[in-house]
């Protein structure tokens, strides 16, 4: 496919300012895309817009990925009722240290040139950015902007001189790079069209010159309605320190089954053909989850690598599924100590006690009645309430799996 082809068909366009994509096409062009510096790590919506870019590279067009380290001290508006709690710039500069560090892990095999616009705001005096970039911005259209209004309006917060002027920045950004980089084209969330016209104006005023913009759609989980990538605990993030690969591999596997087909096309680089075999197959049996399993791998893939999107679904097979225990390694206990309770392996203790100290059960009289019933495993096996641990049940990479019922879980290691 040609990239407004694929662009189209993995639903990436939402807003533009193209009254033809194909326009995309003709020529390479030198796009930028900037990311938001407000937090430690990048989250899974952040995702999206890095396989947007990822796209645009693999087509042949040339990228500048910018970190917001400027527009990141004074506070983006959009999307939000009050003002932002200003960070200080030894924070700030940590994040875009990060974010930058996540994308070229990302973007791995891609060539794309990282910039800060910090680099070309710090050096600014007032006057310089009243005279030669506000006296370009008519208030009129500002204040008229969704976000802006909903903050000015009645029953608003109000907002700020310099959150109001988030938009001139970024706009600036933009007529920086198409001056030093000849960038005729910006790439976004939909939440930053207003933000991104800013920049198109301006450049049409200052340099009497036509750019572009193309933003990406909110994904939507449509089992919810909600944002994708927010739960009942908060955002999925990239950094694994924030979302371990465990939790990330399983926010993907529990996709929702009308939203797995669209996952595919946003966040894997699977083609047509692959993605379309694969929901053929799918179809014929929601129930083995076969498009979340590959789902699933593939992000944790390109985020987080091979490596570990393969003990993560060696865990989840033996966890879950019918896997035989011995499939886990050493490098998958030491993942699985992150998330499951565990306890020192001591020969000779009984079951009944280790059940009760990994949490299993709170008694030893709830233990042993829970291995009566048989609703105990020790590594898939069913337990005797006087049996005790012995060095050949160390199988599972060695340490010890204990299961109650279908879904609580245990380590002895």
């Given amino acids: 496919m040609t990239l407004s082809e694929e662009l189209s068909w993995r639903g990436f366009v939402n807003q533009t300012t193209f009254g033809d994509l194909k326009a995309l096409d003709k020529k390479k062009w030198v796009f930028y895309h900037g990311f938001d510096a407000s937090a430690d ?12 870019d990822k796209l645009f590279l693999r087509h042949g067009h040339h990228g500048i990925i910018l970190a917001g380290g400027a527009t990141s001290l004074v506070g983006d508006p959009g999307g939000k009722d009050t003002e932002r709690p200003l960070q200080d710039e030894k924070t700030i500069a ?14 791995s095999g891609q060539e794309f040139k990282l910039v800060n616009n910090l680099a070309w705001t710090k050096s600014m005096t007032v006057i310089e950015f009243l005279r030669d970039v506000g006296k370009h911005f008519s ?21 700020s001189y310099a959150e109001f002027s988030y938009t001139i920045l970024q706009g600036y950004d933009y007529l920086h790079l198409y001056d030093k980089y000849n960038v005729t084209l910006q790439l976004g969330g939909s939440d930053q069209w207003g933000n991104c016209l800013s920049g198109v104006e301006l450049v049409r005023k200052a340099r009497g010159q036509e750019v572009h913009v193309i933003t990406l759609p909110l994904i939507i989980n449509k089992a919810t309605g909600k944002k994708f990538g927010k739960t009942e605990e908060g955002a999925i993030w990239l950094d694994p320190a924030k979302t371990s690969v ?28 692959e993605i379309a075999g694969l929901m053929k197959g799918f179809e014929k049996n929601r129930s083995e989850r076969s498009a979340q399993k590959k789902l699933a791998y593939e992000v944790t893939k390109t985020v987080h690598g091979q490596t570990k999107a393969e003990s993560v679904r060696r865990i989840t097979s033996v966890l879950f599924s019918d896997a035989p225990i011995s499939d886990i390694k050493r490098e998958d206990v030491n993942q699985l100590k992150n998330e499951l309770p565990h306890i020192q392996f001591k ?13 299993l059960a709170s008694s030893l009289s709830e233990a042993r009645r829970l291995i009566d019933q048989g609703g105990i495993h020790l590594n898939s096996l069913r337990v005797d309430s006087g049996q005790t641990l012995k060095q050949d049940d160390r199988q599972a990479g ?12 245990a380590l002895i290691d």
């Fill in 139 to 159: 208030m009129t259209p500002l204040v008229q902007r969704d976000y802006i209004a909903k903050r000015l309006g009645e029953g608003g917060a109000g907002i």
């Fill in 398 to 409: 060695g340490a010890v799996l204990l299961k109650r019922g279908k879904n609580l879980f």
């Fill in 94 to 107: 940590a994040n875009v240290a990060r974010a930058e560090a996540q994308l070229k892990k990302i973007l």
């Fill in 347 to 359: 020969a000779g203790a009984t079951i009944a006690e280790a059940v009760v100290k990994t949490g």
């Fill in 246 to 273: 465990f939790k990330f591999y399983q926010f993907w596997l529990n996709s929702d089954d009308d939203s797995v087909s669209d996952y595919l096309k946003i966040f894997t680089e699977l083609d047509k053909d």
């Fill in 41 to 52: 790590s990048q989250t899974v919506g952040n995702l999206a817009a890095m396989m947007l």
